[in-house]
């Protein structure tokens, strides 16, 4: 793809400027299978991946599409898939597989009502969990969430940028009101924001050690075709990719999966405070939720209730310290979710202050309004009555 020379002014659904920043971060395969709500995605990149020499393949199901993205990725190739509840879970497999062969990709997981078929067009944010511990086994992966269509545009080149960086596969949250929300934004130049590509072996092929550990528990990716010849397995292996038993071997490179994480946390876990100077009384909300969640901020701060938002962009690895900060200027905190709590139970979990901690859960499809937030804020303030 050119560079774009100039920044671009759009109307775009949250779908599309998924797209643009999939492109912009230098995305050039997608494998994928069409799926409500997410579907736009797939459309959108089957016009615009041959214009910029990519490829755009439609799979038979959502297994076989995790497996050609971790394909292409191996072959040198940005990556990625885009589905929702159903196709998702038919992926965790292969995701898998992703995360032990340390193979960098990005899945959009649009979330929709469930299980099962659930509400096909109804939104939800019921795969939060599922997005962390939908595979077997302990692992380590990124999941990310959107809230607005500027969102989708940077938050997907983030997720390319640290895929590249890590060796590891990443997931963007979405959800059926953000996917189909439409905003006018200003697309940047090409100058105006980072592209990382994986770091390539500089030695000759018959040096290369395609697993060894750095200082930076990220070993360089040679892409296959260019002369580097290599194992991948989804068994646990040694640092030449050879399936292992030898506990000496196996617990160092489980070890360095996660380390590679945990260095990373000052970039990899991202928050935007909103309001939270001086505030008493916390919200901490994601997605679509976090738009409502800023409105009713501002509603409680007009009536002299001290609000304030904590919106991660980050749900996994959890960003702990962020929250914890948040639990301790706050006298209560708040966590609204479609869903039965499937953060608040984090934030309970790391909840060490003498903070209350209330959720607020909807799980009949429908959006969770400002108002419905603004309300519960009012009834957890102590101004009331």
């Not at 230098?26 to 990149?45: D, K, M, Q």
Request: with cysteine; proline share 7%; glycine share 8%.
């Amino acid at each position: 793809m050119s560079p774009q020379k100039a920044p671009k002014r759009l109307l775009l659904q949250g779908n599309e400027a998924i797209v643009e920043g999939a492109l912009a971060a230098g995305c050039r395969f997608f494998a994928g299978y069409p799926i409500t709500p997410a579907s736009e995605i797939s459309e959108l990149l089957s016009v615009k991946l041959p214009r910029v020499r990519g490829t755009f393949i439609q799979m038979e199901d959502e297994i076989a599409s995790m497996g050609a993205v971790i394909g292409a990725s191996l072959a040198g190739v940005k990556s990625m898939t885009a589905t929702s509840g159903p196709g998702f879970s038919l992926i965790q497999e292969n995701l898998g597989y992703a995360c032990i062969a340390e193979v960098p990709c990005v899945i959009v997981n649009v979330m929709r009502g469930g299980p099962s078929t659930g509400l096909p067009t109804s939104p939800s944010q019921g795969d939060v969990m599922q997005a962390r511990w939908g595979t077997h086994g302990d692992h380590p992966i990124v999941v990310l969430a959107v809230s607005t269509v500027r969102d989708c545009f940077e938050t997907t080149i983030q997720a390319f940028n640290l895929s590249e960086k890590y060796r590891v596969p990443v997931i963007i949250l979405s959800d059926e009101v953000v996917a189909h929300t439409r905003e006018t934004i200003t697309l940047p130049s090409s100058d105006e924001f980072e592209v990382i590509d994986r770091i390539s072996p500089n030695m000759p092929p018959e040096w290369y050690i395609p697993y060894e550990d750095n200082s930076r528990g990220v070993p360089p990716m040679a892409a296959f075709g260019q002369g580097y010849r290599y194992h991948v397995t989804g068994l646990v292996h040694d640092e030449r990719g050879f399936p292992t038993q030898r506990s000496e071997e196996i617990e160092p490179f489980l070890s360095r999966l996660f380390r590679k994480i945990t260095q990373g946390f000052h970039e990899i876990q991202m928050v935007v405070p909103y309001m939270m100077e001086g505030a008493t009384l916390g919200i901490i909300a994601y997605g679509s939720v976090a738009r409502s969640a800023r409105r009713a901020v501002l509603e409680a701060r007009s009536q002299g209730i001290k609000a304030g938002l904590l919106q991660l962009i980050t749900l996994f690895p959890f960003p702990r310290h962020d929250v914890e900060d948040v639990l301790r200027q706050c006298k209560s905190v708040l966590v609204p979710e479609m869903n039965m709590g499937q953060i608040s139970r984090e934030v309970k979990r790391v909840n060490t202050s003498n903070c209350r901690v209330e959720k607020h859960n909807r799980m009949d499809g429908q959006f969770i309004t400002p108002e419905e937030i603004y309300r519960h804020l009012v009834k957890m303030s102590p101004r009331r009555g």
